[in-house]
């Protein structure tokens, strides 16, 4: 019997581990230039935080969450968004007491129970950034502007901003009443669960995904109406970000499909995706820090999808890897008898920080010269009943295309001094390199 992986799950295999470690570490860059700390939350948590923050009436929480009851009968779910979970554990550290304003991001996969398509999976992985302490809205226009630089340097162009805002909580009252209003008449061309939305939670009709429903819902327009702080503030992200030369489109109109967002809100848009085009999105929660049990404070943020983010930079098209530069040893052994003393001297390798490797199911010598050559390495290293007789290692440069012998006893010694010669002498070996970056 096969098994495979899960429905809308994916295995992420060694040569694309260095494309996703490459934005991951673009990701991690660039937060901490602009002075954000990782956090790392648990993938489980406790359902109710979800109710109460997404939303009850939300697709998220009514239709994907993946729920459960453990053994000790207690309601859990496997996160489904990681904002949620940064604000919980802001205020059980109490990070609002110790750190006041605290710039917060984090990396891992979130789980809803979607219908997966071509960049929409039951397990993804999140980049996400919240910024919990501040109404101001400059902290809106860094975190967008973070967002575009991440976008860029893993290299998306031709992205596009969206943005808008959806009012303080009382904009958002006239503005449900008001939809609620010029949809009344229209009822019965909505559908079953719409119908329901009309009392519960007006705003999700505009993102329902039956036909029909969403379109009426945007008919005549924006439906949401912005007092007049909220249209300064607005006008102020606007402001920033044209100082900071972000080009931006706020005369789209959207809709969030999670509760919390008070005032901006943005969707980072990229044509190569499809019907799932939005890379990242995010805006500002005003009131979930409170909601939460906390004090009254301000706070916005993002997260963007990794695998969007490879799909919409063509990284997951592109040939397998870049060329690079051959490196480590591998320690060839002319008889299985011989696999003690070659494993000695690949730990005292490894010791050395040399990456080393070694054939262990007693193959021949001509195979394991193939499968170094397949693998990349800078040496090969031969040891023979001859080589231990005479005390020396046969030393084949297979970039060089040229072989000497060493001495046994210096064999290790010399071969790291080799290889970290070649590192000070500027080469930068990705993937496992010889010397590690710290
Ligand atoms: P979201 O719009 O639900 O927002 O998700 C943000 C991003 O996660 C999307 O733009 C997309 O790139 C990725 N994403 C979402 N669902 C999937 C999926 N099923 N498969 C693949 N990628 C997906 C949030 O999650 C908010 N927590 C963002 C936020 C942070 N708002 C404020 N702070």
């Known amino acids: 019997m096969r098994f495979q992986a899960l429905r809308g799950t994916t295995d992420i295999l060694p040569e694309q581990v260095r494309r996703w470690s490459h934005v991951e570490h673009t990701a ?64 059980e550290h109490h990070l609002d007491k110790t750190q ?4 917060l991001f984090y990396l891992g996969p979130m789980f809803r129970a979607e219908r997966p398509q071509a960049g929409r999976f039951r397990q993804f992985h999140q980049y996400g950034v919240e910024a919990i302490g501040s109404a ?8 967008i502007l973070l967002c575009v630089r991440i976008l860029e ?68 327009g924006s439906p949401f109406l912005l007092c007049d702080a909220c249209t300064a503030h607005l006008e102020e992200v606007k402001q920033g970000l044209a100082a900071a030369k972000i080009a931006f489109d706020d005369t789209k109109v959207f809709a969030r499909g999670l509760d919390y967002y008070t005032r901006t809100v943005f969707e980072v848009r990229s044509a190569g995706l499809g019907a799932q085009d939005a890379v990242a999105a995010g805006g500002r929660y005003d009131h979930l820090v409170e909601e939460l049990g906390g004090p009254s404070v301000g706070a916005v943020g993002f997260a963007a ?27 060839a052994i002319a008889k299985p008898a011989l696999i003690a003393e070659g494993f000695r001297l690949l730990e005292q390798l490894r010791e050395r920080q040399v990456d080393a490797a070694m054939a262990y199911d007693g193959r021949s010598l001509k195979a394991q010269l ?5 693998a990349g390495v800078r040496f090969v290293a031969i040891l023979g009943e001859e080589e231990l007789t005479q005390r020396a290692m046969t030393l084949k440069d297979l970039e060089q295309g040229s072989q000497r012998t060493v001495p046994l006893d210096a064999f290790v010694e010399g071969v790291a001094k080799l290889l970290v010669s070649d590192t000070a002498a500027g080469v930068r070996h990705q993937g496992c390199g010889i010397r590690h970056q710290p």
């Open 136 to 143: 101001s809205p400059w902290v809106d226009v860094e975190v």
């Open 153 to 220: 340097a893993c290299g998306i162009t031709g992205a596009s901003v969206w943005l808008s805002s959806l009012g303080c909580r009382n904009d958002q009252a006239r503005s449900a009443e008001a939809l609620r209003k010029r949809l009344l008449p229209a009822r019965s061309a909505l559908c079953k669960e719409c119908q329901d939305r009309l009392e519960k939670n007006v705003f999700r009709v505009l993102d329902c995904k039956q036909p029909g429903c969403r379109e009426r819902g945007w008919a005549g």
């Open 370 to 374: 193939r499968e170094a050559d397949k």
């Open 305 to 331: 999808g990794i695998e969007r983010i490879l799909l919409a930079s063509g990284q997951d098209r592109q040939p397998a890897q870049p060329a690079q530069k051959r490196h480590g040893v591998y320690l």
């Open 100 to 103: 006041g304003f605290a710039k």
């Open 28 to 91: 991690r860059r660039l937060a901490r230039l602009y002075g954000y700390q990782e956090l790392r939350t648990p993938l489980i948590e406790e359902t109710a935080l979800f109710l109460r923050s997404v939303g009850e009436t939300t697709d998220i929480v009514q239709k994907e969450m993946f729920r459960f009851e453990d053994r000790g009968g207690h309601d859990i779910v496997l996160r489904p968004e990681g904002t949620a979970s940064v604000v919980r554990a802001y205020l």
